[in-house]
């Protein structure tokens, strides 16, 4: 696996400067809240993703009093190592490297380095938003897959292009837009929507199966966890083409009257539901936080199954809340895991000692 042995943050968020090293398999860093934990992390996610995990702009994470950020990263599997950077100025824009060689997209960072990021945010944004449930595995299947990236970049862009006729449409009085034009936007929307959705749809099912292990071992014995994803039921491309086909075509009137398009991957849902509800109505958060962190797990699972590699872990606060018998079981599942970086508010007790070699960030 690719795992990262360096990292140098000059300046991100609250750090003006500062570098770690990640020598040990397991590392747990530790401090009050507000010294910086989760921003380590999420630097850490930009070298994988490119962006921010947690949903910001690149600007609002460009310390109070600069103009930029720098994050730093020494990468690799052992054999090679290799140089990731990601830098972002307000004059420039956001650059990615790898080995001091410009990529061309920032795109092209996805499947550099992977990483599975957890964070308390998500357990309230992700599993109570439909669009942070479907960014969710759109990050996910991303960075496994390189075709499906480039088939969620032409979506969007032919998205924006159908929705502007529409707009206009709209804004012309004129009743329906114009066939002649919509269309050729129409069959470009059905072929890569149906990929996106297939893409999504077989994730989905080689995801279920990790996710409801891992569950099993943090729940209770009478709580069944399941996911959903609403939008489609079919299962092949063909059907899927033709759904949609038919759906743009039934509801363009709609679509005219609204000025966007109404159909389509990107108003699809994944769903989580506990004990035959809905998850994000009928949960107590300590049931959404296991949840998530299983969901999590199965990502990483489908994620090294999907590319061979197993992706860094990043579990931020994953602790809190968990009782003793569920903080156990995950110190467990960390055990099986190559690379995992934490964080906690407290000082490792016994048990995270065992398992973690850890940072102080009071020191």
Excluded at 205 to 233: H, I, S
Excluded at 243 to 252: D, I, P, W
Excluded at 304 to 333: H, K, N, Y
Aim: aromatic residues 8%; glycine residues 6%; contains cysteine.
């Amino acid at each position: 696996m690719v795992r990262i042995r360096e990292l140098t943050l000059r300046p991100f968020r609250n750090f003006a400067a500062i570098h770690l090293g990640f020598a040990a398999d397991h590392v747990l860093i530790f401090g009050p809240n507000g010294r910086g934990k989760s921003n380590i992390l999420e630097a850490i996610s930009y070298l994988s993703i490119g962006k921010s995990v947690r949903g910001a702009k690149d600007q609002h994470v460009v310390p109070h009093g600069e103009d930029f950020f720098d994050i730093r990263s020494l990468c690799g599997d052992g054999r090679h190592d290799q140089q990731v950077r990601v830098f972002y100025s307000k004059k420039e824009g956001k650059k990615v490297f790898v080995d001091a060689t410009p990529l061309p997209r920032v795109s092209e960072l996805l499947g550099t380095f992977r990483t599975v990021h957890f964070s308390p945010e998500d357990v309230s944004l992700v599993l109570r938003f439909p669009a942070q449930r479907r960014r969710l595995l759109d990050i996910l299947v991303a960075q496994s897959s390189a075709a499906y990236l480039r088939y969620m970049q032409r979506y969007y862009r032919v998205l924006a292009q159908r929705n502007h006729l529409l707009r206009t449409a709209k804004k012309s009085g004129h009743g329906l837009v114009d066939s002649r034009a919509v269309e050729p936007w129409d069959a470009q929307l059905v072929d890569l929507g149906a990929q996106l959705r297939l893409y999504r749809l077989e994730a989905l099912n080689r995801l279920r199966a990790p996710f409801l292990r891992y569950y099993g071992r943090f729940a209770l014995a009478d709580e069944e966890a399941a996911t959903v994803y609403q939008g489609t039921k079919e299962q092949d491309l063909e059907a899927l083409r033709a759904e949609l086909r038919e759906a743009l075509s039934r509801r363009r009137e709609q679509e005219t009257q609204t000025g966007y398009t109404l159909c389509g991957p990107h108003r699809d849902d994944l769903k989580f539901i506990l004990n035959g509800e809905p998850a994000e109505l009928y949960a107590s958060e300590g049931q959404l936080r296991t949840i998530l962190i299983s969901w999590k797990l199965a990502e990483a699972h489908y994620m090294e199954e999907q590319t061979g590699q197993q992706p860094v872990l990043l579990l931020d606060d994953a602790f809190s809340e968990l009782d003793s018998g569920r903080i156990g079981e995950l110190l467990d599942i960390v055990g099986e895991f190559e690379q995992v970086i934490a964080t906690t508010p407290q000082e490792p007790n016994a048990r995270q000692e065992a398992r973690f070699e850890s940072i102080d960030l009071q020191k």
